[in-house]
């Protein structure tokens, strides 16, 4: 059984950081493509950020929206995907979500709150 454990999430005031954690079991995260999708009120889940297997070099993408600012990293030996978030601006508020990708595997989210 799959499952995805986001944490990290809260509220920060504009111009903060935060770092997400996307605990893994029953999946090798490194053998799959990973995202970060994020889902603020009355809009549609959007992704954010994604990594790309270990065996392909982990290349990342980023939405242009968060490109600069935004740093996703996976952890092998602990099988944790993380999202390093800079410069935080109110328009990134969201429910913030790990998925594998082309699966329907999701974690059940994290809340990210900025404002001041």
């Known amino acids: 059984q799959v499952q995805l454990v986001e944490s990290g999430g809260g509220l920060v005031q504009p111009g903060g950081s935060l770092r997400l954690s996307c605990a893994a079991s029953?999946?090798?995260?490194?053998?799959?493509?990973m995202g970060w999708y994020r889902q603020a009120p009355g809009k549609q889940r959007e992704l954010v950020a994604s990594?790309?297997?270990?065996?392909?070099?982990?290349?990342?993408d980023y939405a242009d929206s968060v490109k600069g600012r935004f740093t996703i990293s996976r952890d092998n030996a602990k099988n944790t995907m993380y999202l390093q978030m800079n410069s935080l601006k109110p328009e990134d508020t969201a429910v913030y979500y790990c998925?594998?990708?082309?699966?329907?595997?999701w974690g059940q989210g994290t809340q990210v709150t900025v404002s001041s």
């Open positions: 998925n594998v990708r082309g699966t329907a595997d």
């Open positions: 990594i790309a297997t270990f065996a392909t070099g982990s290349k990342t």
């Open positions: 029953g999946r090798t995260l490194s053998l799959y493509s």
